[in-house]
């Protein structure tokens, strides 16, 4: 089995396992944008370099994939947090020392079904993908259950794309560039959208909790029925 790909698989199992633990949202953007930057880096790992040199697709998506998810998204993503005037997540459903037990328990999981369907003899690198694919978008499931504040909650849509794309990465390093590329410019579209959402919500609401959201409701004021509804609580 090939060191670079296994090295590379972990590092990014350590992202989400250091993800989940984080309550500092600047942190949490850039452990996403360092997995961005793994994403771009996993599909060049996991090349035979000794039969040929990559072709131009695989290199491509490589490159966009740091362009994107490694650059501008996270980008986007700290400009929005910082015009939200928001540094934390200071009250999660879940709390940052379970979540970090969950997490492990999580991969652990998903690789004890790897071992018991893959043999040792049919073991790589590439199959190596399908457990930690399976984790990340776990992970990233119970990012967006597991936290309150909308950015944080768009980080776990990425985290939960991103294991999406290593599954696609490790396992159709031949077949799965175009694919990738459509991905990719789904996600990109969707966070950027999230993202002027979540500054538009900051400017209106004074916060970006996305359980409190769901309490917004209308008020017809007394007074002057043909009056606006005003914004209230629930």
Not at 67 to 84: H, Q, S
Not at 161 to 172: C, D, K, T
Not at 206 to 226: C, F, K, M, T, V
């Amino acid at each position: 089995m090939s060191t670079l790909p296994e090295i590379a698989l972990i590092l990014f199992l350590f992202t989400n396992i250091v993800l989940v633990s984080s309550s500092r949202l600047t942190h949490c953007i850039q452990l996403v944008a360092v997995q961005g930057v793994l994403l771009g880096v996993i599909p060049l790992v996991f090349w035979d370099w000794q039969s040929a040199a990559p072709y131009g697709e695989l290199v491509f998506l490589s490159l966009t994939n740091i362009a994107i998810k490694g650059i501008a998204l996270p980008l986007l993503l700290i400009l929005a947090v910082r015009r939200a005037q928001v540094r934390r997540e200071l009250e999660p459903v879940v709390g940052y020392a379970f979540s970090q037990l969950f997490a492990i328990l999580i991969i652990a999981a998903c690789f004890a079904g790897y071992r018991h369907l893959v043999d040792d003899d049919t073991a790589n690198a590439a199959l190596l993908a399908i457990p930690v694919a399976a984790a990340t978008m776990l992970i990233g499931l119970f990012i967006i259950i597991a936290r309150r504040k909308a950015i944080t909650q768009v980080l776990g849509f990425l985290v939960f794309e991103n294991g999406i794309s290593v599954f696609a990465n490790g396992l159709m390093v031949h077949h799965g560039a175009i694919v990738e590329l459509g991905i990719l410019l789904d996600v990109f579209a969707l966070v950027f959208i999230m993202g002027i959402a979540v500054f538009k919500i900051s400017q209106e609401f004074q916060h970006i909790d996305a359980d409190r959201l769901n309490a917004l409701g209308d008020r017809q004021d007394p007074e002057n029925s043909a009056a606006p509804p005003a914004y209230t609580w629930e």
